[in-house]
Every structure is written in structure tokens, then in C-alpha cells.
């Protein structure tokens, strides 16, 4: 997993609340479990038009919002199934940060656990973010995860908190398997120790 510390780019407005999983990857593209080739199918049923040519108002159609990093979205964003999916469009697309003033836990979970990070704020705090976001490539933000601070275009910076153990984890771009191997020594011993002393097993 690509190590995440920091992020500076173009954040893409998205004031929608209650964005839910298949808003974010349709049912349609479930039917493969590789994590690439998903960012075509991210927000689709926005994206495109139902000859499928481009939605010229969708946001991330936008030449300001194409090479997006940072989505600032509404309220409650991930909601509705746990499908994995959708972090891995996320990803795919190239959006590595998601900011918004709530998550659905299993979306949460599964962001961290790909590489992406997703921040909390206040809904304050997300206005004055979604302002910065609508001003598109003139004005890009910088997200410092060591230091758990958004630095905006004009020197604002908003403190953002996050579980230590997740923050590790995305720092050292650790996920599952890589939190593992971490302990690769410790299985090697034991495996060669309950070996020698079960020969026959």
C-alpha cells in the first residue's frame, strides 16, 4: 500500500449528503475483484449521460476538477452497503483524501485500509473548505497527516483528529498483509521451533 504523508492538490467539491456506496460505484462494476480499472465507473451514474457520453456539469467532468486528489463532500458520505469497491474507485481515479463532517464506519474503516485517508471536520470547518474546493485549480489544499493538519490556498490550516494506531498505518502504507509481514521474524521462529519440536506433525 502507497505510504500516505503528504497530499497537496486539487480538491473537487461534492455537496451532496448521504452519498452512499452505489453512488460511488454502481452494481454494475462489482462483478470484478481486481482493485484497478474502477476509477472509469467511480460516480458513474453522474459522470455520464444514459448514451454515455460525459455529464459536462458533473464536477469531476470539469477541466478544473479532472486530476482531482481531494473530494470535500456532504454529510454521512459512504453510507448504504460495504462494498470495497468503492474506495478502490476512489483510488483508481487518483482521489487519495476524502473530507467531510461524517462517515459510514465500514466506508471509514475500508478507506484506511486502501491507502486513502478520510478526515473529519466540523461543518464550519467543511464550509470554508467547500469555498476553497469551488474555486478550482486556482486554488489547491495541502494535507499534512503527520503534523493532522488541511493548510488552505490563503494560509488557513484546520487541525483534524485521527486514531493513532490508522494513522501509523497509513504513514508506513501498512495494510493488512503489510501489518503482517511486519511480523515475519516472529512467524519464521515459530513455525521452525513448533517444527523441530513436533516432528512428526
Not at 503528504?6 to 462489482?30: F, R, S
Amino acid at each position: 500500500m502507497e505510504k500516505f504523508t503528504t497530499l497537496t492538490g486539487v480538491a473537487a467539491p461534492l455537496p451532496i449528503v448521504n452519498v452512499d456506496t452505489d453512488m460511488i460505484i454502481p452494481k454494475d462494476y462489482l462483478k470484478t475483484i481486481k482493485r484497478t480499472g474502477l476509477g472509469t465507473g467511480l460516480f458513474a451514474e453522474m459522470r455520464y449521460n444514459e448514451d454515455g457520453s460525459e455529464n459536462p456539469d458533473f464536477v469531476l467532468n470539469k477541466p478544473a476538477y479532472r486530476n482531482s486528489k481531494i473530494l470535500v463532500a456532504g454529510d454521512n458520505f459512504g453510507c448504504g452497503s460495504s462494498r470495497e469497491h468503492a474506495p478502490w474507485a476512489l483510488l483508481d481515479f487518483g482521489i487519495r483524501c476524502v473530507i467531510s463532517t461524517s462517515f459510514a464506519d465500514i466506508f471509514y474503516n475500508n478507506c484506511f485500509k486502501n491507502g486513502i485517508l478520510p478526515i473529519t471536520v466540523s461543518p464550519e470547518e467543511l464550509d470554508k473548505l467547500m469555498e476553497d474546493a469551488e474555486r478550482g485549480a486556482n486554488a489547491t489544499l495541502t494535507v499534512d497527516l503527520e503534523a493532522q493538519e488541511i493548510h488552505g490556498p490563503d494560509g488557513g490550516v484546520i487541525k483534524f483528529e485521527i486514531d493513532a494506531f490508522k494513522r501509523h498505518c497509513l504513514l508506513n502504507g501498512l495494510d493488512d498483509i503489510g501489518l503482517t509481514m511486519e511480523k515475519a521474524p516472529a512467524i519464521q521462529s515459530f513455525e521452525q521451533n513448533y517444527a523441530e519440536s513436533r516432528p512428526w506433525a
